[in-house]
Structure formats: C-alpha cells, structure tokens
Nanobody, 120 residues
Framework: QVQLVESGGGSVQAGGSLRLSCVASGSISTRHCMAWFRQAPGQERVGVARIGNTATPSYADSAKGRFTISRDYAKNTLYLQMSSLKPEDTAIYYC??????????????WGQGTQVTVSS
C-alpha cells in the first residue's frame, strides 16, 4: 500500500503562484509513476501532470508552460509548481501513484486532495 498526503493548497489571485507537495509513504518506490490530478466543482477529475521513473514529465494542455512537476526521490515527495494561475485552475488537486504503467487511467493510489482557489 502507498499513502499520499498533499499540502500547499490555498487561495491566490490570478497571475500568482503556488507549490503543491505530496509526501508518499508505505510501499512507494522509484518505479512508481506519480501524478497530479484536479477536480473542479461539478466536473470530472482530470490529469494535470505525471512523471515516471524516466523523469520525463507529461502535461495536460491546460498545464503546459505554466506548471512544472518534479520529484525528490530522497524525500519521497512529489511537487507541482504552478505559476500564472487562472481562475479556471480552481479545483481540488490530488496526488496519485501507479505501480504499473504511467497512463492517466492507471493510478490506483490517491491522496485526500488539497484545495486551490484562484480569484480574479
């Protein structure tokens, strides 16, 4: 089992920045693919960014150029640096891990989520 705990959410004005963190524990290893998802009110949860053990990240179109995913293997921590935030980035952000393939549909471990609110 893998446990994931997110932090770093909050309220920010449009154009601002936030950095989310996700600390993993349990059976986490460098082989796990990790990702950030988000769920806006009334919408489905969607992938934002993911990073596998090759360290080559993949981003949703909405995140490209503004968000950066990174991973500190020594600290078992996943980060999401978000800049140029927009009101449409408002959502609950979830950290996720996959012991299998690094595809959006493959994530089986989830954190509890952290709220990000961007005001105009």
């Amino acid at each position: 089992q893998v446990q994931l705990v997110e932090s770093g959410g909050g309220s920010v004005q449009a154009g601002g920045s936030l950095r989310l963190s996700c600390v993993a524990s349990g059976s986490i290893s460098t082989r796990h693919c990790m990702a950030w998802f988000r769920q806006a009110p009334g919408q489905e949860r969607v992938g934002v960014a993911r990073i596998g053990n090759t360290a080559t990240p993949s981003y949703a179109d909405s995140a490209k150029g503004r968000f950066t995913i990174s991973r500190d293997y020594a600290k078992n921590t996943l980060y999401l640096q978000m800049s140029s935030l927009k009101p449409e980035d408002t959502a609950i952000y979830y950290c996720a891990a996959s012991a299998g393939v690094c595809l959006w549909s493959a994530f089986e471990y989830w954190g509890q989520g952290t709220q990000v609110t961007v005001s105009s």
